[in-house]
């Protein structure tokens, strides 16, 4: 009689489903993978989240800097970790549009080898000057460098840098003339010591410098002004049509369990919905705006194609 009661059990267990991963999840500690360096627009943005998330899920949320390779280290590391999400990507702009944009070959796809958690927001580039360029508009900044042909050059520290100002030197026949630097902030150095007149760069890096008055802004890239950068006009004033921001967002390697990224989602937002986290960000330039899985996706998509005709009409060759 007992031999066949533990038979009788063992079938039962044996027929039992196993528990599915997401109704555990999480159960050890999570990985976000961020792919600069600490200090940088990325890793200040995502940061701060961690303990609200750690609350949330109940474990450990920790972030890892994985730096190199302009963010195509930290992108493979997290596309060939397992779909089980405790490996999440901190993506960026550069990483997932205009990598795929600016190299010919890459070790992941960004199209195909993430699922979308969130989208945290944007942070647009302002177009700034050196103080002794006599102009206080973008109109007073174009008529002064078609006055001056080929003698004004504009710093650039990444390709999104040169973008806005090839494009606006292209389209409206300015005549101006890149000088790419290794980082932004070198490049930004040298506008500021008026060795360029110039240049492109994220907001966040040029805040400081604007309100000590080394620079001067004269338009944002953003569809709209700024909350920043009050009375700073966007740049698409001057070109229709114009927007370029990076965004920024988490991800998980394809095939995690929706369930999974609905609770990495739910946690994200629940982090990024304290007001005093969205008034330190609005203050540091970011757009904070919390996009669901489904629409972060879509977003990423139409990024990638953007950045693919950006770079075609900036005129910069894939490596």
């Given at each position: 009689?007992?031999?066949?009661?533990?038979?009788?059990?063992?079938?039962?267990?044996?027929?039992?489903?196993?528990?599915?991963?997401?109704?555990?999840?999480?159960?050890?500690?999570?990985?976000?993978?961020v792919?600069?360096?600490?200090?940088?627009?990325t890793?200040?943005?995502?940061?701060?989240?961690?303990?609200?998330?750690?609350?949330?899920?109940?474990?450990?949320?920790?972030?890892?800097?994985?730096?190199?390779?302009?963010?195509?280290?930290?992108?493979?590391?997290?596309?060939?970790?397992?779909?089980?999400?405790?490996?999440?990507?901190?993506?960026?702009?550069?990483?997932?549009?205009?990598?795929?944009?600016?190299?010919?070959?890459?070790?992941?796809?960004?199209?195909?080898?993430?699922?979308?958690?969130?989208?945290?927001?944007?942070?647009?580039?302002?177009?700034?000057?050196?103080?002794?360029?006599?102009?206080?508009?973008?109109?007073?900044?174009?008529?002064?460098?078609?006055?001056?042909?080929?003698k004004?050059?504009?710093?650039?520290?990444?390709?999104?840098?040169?973008?806005?100002?090839?494009?606006?030197?292209d389209?409206?026949?300015?005549?101006?003339?890149?000088?790419?630097?290794?980082?932004?902030?070198?490049?930004?150095?040298?506008?500021?010591?008026?060795?360029?007149?110039?240049?492109?760069?994220?907001?966040?890096?040029?805040?400081?410098?604007?309100?000590?008055?080394?620079?001067?802004?004269?338009?944002?890239?953003?569809?709209?002004?700024?909350?920043?950068l009050?009375?700073?006009?966007?740049?698409?004033?001057?070109?229709?049509?114009?927007?370029?921001?990076?965004?920024?967002?988490?991800?998980?390697?394809?095939?995690?369990d929706?369930?999974?990224?609905?609770?990495?989602?739910?946690?994200?937002?629940?982090?990024?919905?304290?007001?005093?986290?969205?008034?330190?960000?609005?203050?540091?330039?970011?757009?904070?705006?919390?996009?669901?899985?489904?629409?972060?996706?879509?977003f990423?998509?139409?990024?990638?194609?953007?950045?693919?005709?950006?770079?075609?009409?900036?005129?910069?060759?894939?490596?």
């Open positions: 009689m007992k031999r066949n009661l533990r038979l009788v059990l063992v079938a039962l267990a044996a027929g039992l489903p196993a528990l599915a991963p997401a109704q555990t999840y999480p159960t050890k500690p999570l990985r976000i993978v792919p600069f360096a600490p200090g940088t627009a890793d200040n943005l995502v940061r701060p989240l961690t303990e609200s998330m750690s609350s949330t899920l109940k474990q450990p949320v920790v972030v890892g800097n994985r730096v190199g390779g302009v963010g195509k280290i930290a992108a493979e590391h997290v596309a060939k970790s397992a779909a089980d999400g405790y490996t999440i990507l901190a993506g960026a702009t550069r990483v997932i549009s205009a990598n795929s944009a600016l190299f010919k070959e890459l070790s992941y796809n960004p199209r195909k080898d993430f699922d979308a958690v969130i989208g945290l927001g944007t942070i647009p580039q302002a177009v700034v000057v050196n103080p002794n360029v006599p102009a206080k508009t973008m109109a007073e900044f174009v008529a002064y460098a078609k006055a001056n042909q080929g004004l050059f504009y710093g650039s520290g990444t390709a999104g840098n040169i973008i806005p100002m090839r494009i606006l030197s389209r409206l026949g300015l005549g101006m003339t890149n000088v790419a630097y290794k980082s932004p902030p070198q490049a930004l150095t040298d506008v500021v010591a008026g060795r360029m007149s110039a240049m492109a760069v994220d907001v966040s890096a040029v805040l400081g410098q604007i309100r000590g008055g080394s620079v001067r802004p004269l338009a944002v890239t953003s569809a709209k002004e700024a909350a920043v009050p009375g700073v006009p966007p740049l698409a004033d001057t070109l229709p049509g114009f927007e370029l921001g990076v965004f920024f967002g988490l991800y998980v390697p394809k095939g995690t929706p369930a999974i990224i609905q609770a990495l989602y739910q946690a994200t937002r629940t982090a990024a919905d304290r007001e005093d986290l969205k008034r330190n960000l609005t203050n540091q330039g970011f757009a904070v705006r919390i996009t669901a899985p489904a629409e972060f996706a879509a990423t998509a139409r990024e990638i194609e953007r950045w693919a005709q950006m770079v075609k009409e900036a005129k910069i060759d894939p490596e």
